[in-house]
């Protein structure tokens, strides 16, 4: 570990007037009068010209937000020294875990402070490292971006996608992996898709029609469908293989089993839940349904000659792996064999080398345990502490696969693991200048509104002081049934390095203890996810890790709408909120692009009037009042980003900015080379973090760093 001297806040060096002596003058954003009905009620919608993203109008409108917020954020006397923090810790050397395809072995590296993360490889067999494609060289400005890649067979073609400033949308380039030389079309209008070789012939991929109404970023995209694609061909002739108008669906995703022989397609009409279907490709058969409804999730796994590994939550809210002969499929659906029962923790489940890596959350903590394909338990991997581990993938002819393991004081690390023996190596330390002796993190319960028992994890400082004066950052998600497992990141040891406390509360909605948690917090639940928070908060609080003066909510996506809705229904909770890329129109947020697939976490404002009625008593842009002093706030967004459009981030600003009842500044930060997060560059992850770790420490009155 290298060693050098960490800046440190001094905690004592407070304000003693008001950083924000007078309410800030704000542009002026025209209101319009335009209202919408819904059961017979009304209800105003005076910033609806903000959703024209393309617009002259909304452009300028942009620009002045913007003016007015780097100028503000230009006077923070230690932004820069902020910067120059995260720069130089982010400048260490990253490697990700290896992949082995054809004869090389492929892996991501970069150097320090490059854009984007170079794919490099080498012979397998021992040779020298070289670049197979390096991201930096798409686009000037780095904010072109590698959005995945995937090998045929043998190894010798790939077919990468790209992002361009952040979007969803995907470009895909078909290469010879010898040569490195393109072959056929550049292929677009690709999103949400993975790619599924079919030996070297082609490959299926997902796709939309572009939008009928709108532009490309905010329209509504509706029919989900599967193409194949013919690498001697043009995209032109690529022929729809499942989906479109006559079986509507809005994720459709294919995979190709790794001995060629079944093409599995999973068809869902939200984010929760879907369909299966099976080809069997050696005897051309026609497609037949697994399962057919949206009531349970199902996940081929792997696949072992006729039997399918089939990882599903029916009748197991925690999950269970069963087995499946596809032989059987096309007479009648037999009684499913289980292999790996379902647990008190929930299960994923991954596979190599013809065994499967069962992969348990433990109250918030990765446990991964070794089994045969006949279910039989072999072993416990043996993890450097409690953590997340991921990988544990490899090919049926891989006996050594990698695996990574982080926590939020342990730099992700590379291990290499026999499978035959289950002996684990070290593989790749990152040298970074961070020591995890000099921190702690620890797991608490805290009890929510209607008593259920929440975890936390809060990460500070070895020796702090419980003195409710320490700046404080509390994070959170709750939704889509995804789990914030301990995870590093130099953003958060910076934090930590200057004297602050990081908190992530793992909410109702989320996925750490299954479905039943999942389904605690959507619909007219949702607002189970808002009190966890609330409750996390308070009990910070009545800790003494900080006070309201100098407490931070952070969250992005849903957890925008976390902080939105949070910060409208208790305003003095926190001193600063700082929503990134949030969903905070709920009465029209499935209206844009792909919002629609979110309704089972949601509902929508037509489906009933109750759920029209919850939904407007939470939604953060029709909650703000006046009269009230909300939280110093700093809302991030991108003007690409076509997963959460930014709209719903320009409403809600619009709102604050015009009924802010007191000298706490509303601001706007909209990113103009970023979408809604993935692909980012280095430098503007740099300056983003800065800026919000400036702001809210400059709102906590803190006049400088020591």
Known sequence: MIKSKIITLNLLTILTLNVNAQIMKYPVTEKETVNDEYFGEKVPAPYRWLEYDQSPKTKQWIKEQNELTFDYLSKIPYKNQLKDQLKKLWNYQRVSAPIEEGDYTYYYKNDGLQPQSVLYRKLTSGGKEEIFLDPNKFSKDGTTSLGGISFSKDGSLAAYQISEGGSDWRKVIVVNTKTKKQIGDTLTNVK??????????????????????????????????????????????????????????????????????????????????????????????????????????????????????????????????????????????????????????????????????????????????????????????????????????????????????????????????????????????????????????????????????????????????????????????????????????????????NGGIYAVANLRGGGEYGRKWHDAGIKLKKKNVFNDFIAAGEYLISQNYTSSERLALSGGSNGGLLVGAVMTMRPNLAKVALPAVGVLDMLRYHTFTAGAGWAYDYGTAEDHKDMFTYLKSYSPVHNVKKGICYPATLITTGDHDDRVVPSHSYKFTAELQEKQ??????????????????????????????????????????KDLK
Request: charged share 20%; glycine share 8%.
């Open 192 to 497: 949400f898709s993975d790619i599924a070789w079919k030996s070297n012939e082609g490959f299926y991929y997902s796709g939309y029609q572009k939008p009928k109404e709108g532009s490309q970023l905010s329209g509504k995209t509706e029919h989900h469908i599967l193409y194949f694609h013919y690498i001697k061909e043009s995209q032109s002739a690529d022929r729809i293989i499942f989906g479109g108008e006559e079986i509507p669906r809005r994720y459709i995703n294919a995979k190709v089993s790794e001995d060629q022989r079944y093409l599995i397609i999973s068809a869902a009409n939200s984010t929760s839940g879907n369909e299966l279907y099976i080809q069997d490709l050696k005897n051309n058969n026609k497609i037949y349904p697994i399962v057919t409804g949206f009531s349970n999730s199902y996940d081929v796994i792997t696949t072992d000659g006729d039997w399918l590994y089939i990882l599903t939550n029916e009748q197991a809210p925690n999950n269970k792996l069963v087995k499946l002969n596809a032989r059987q499929i096309s007479k009648k659906r037999l009684p499913w064999q289980t292999v790996i029962s379902e647990s008190e923790s929930v299960l994923y489940v991954s596979s190599a080398h013809k065994y499967l890596f069962a992969k348990y959350v433990v109250d918030v903590h990765s446990e991964v345990k070794q089994y045969t394909l006949e279910g039989k338990l072999l072993r416990t991997i043996e993890l450097p502490g409690l953590g997340q581990a991921t990988g544990f993938i490899g090919k049926v002819n891989q006996k050594e696969i990698y695996y990574s393991f982080t926590s939020y004081i342990y730099p992700s690390t590379i291990f290499k693991l026999n499978t035959e023996s289950g002996e684990s190596k070290l593989y790749k330390k990152p040298e970074i200048n961070f020591n995890p002796e000099h921190f702690e993190s620890k797991q608490i319960f805290y009890t929510s509104e209607d008593g259920t028992k929440i975890p936390m994890t809060i990460t500070y400082k070895k020796g702090i002081k419980l003195d409710g004066k320490n700046p404080t950052i509390l994070y959170g998600y709750g939704g889509f049934e995804i789990s914030l497992l301990p995870s590093f990141s130099v953003a958060t040891a910076v934090w930590l390095q």
């Open 661 to 702: 009842n007191c000298s706490n500044p509303v601001l706007i930060r909209i990113e103009t080379r970023a979408g809604h997060g993935a692909g980012k560059p280095v430098e503007l992850l740099i300056e983003e973090t800065a800026d919000k770790f400036a702001f809210t420490l400059y709102n906590f009155g803190i």
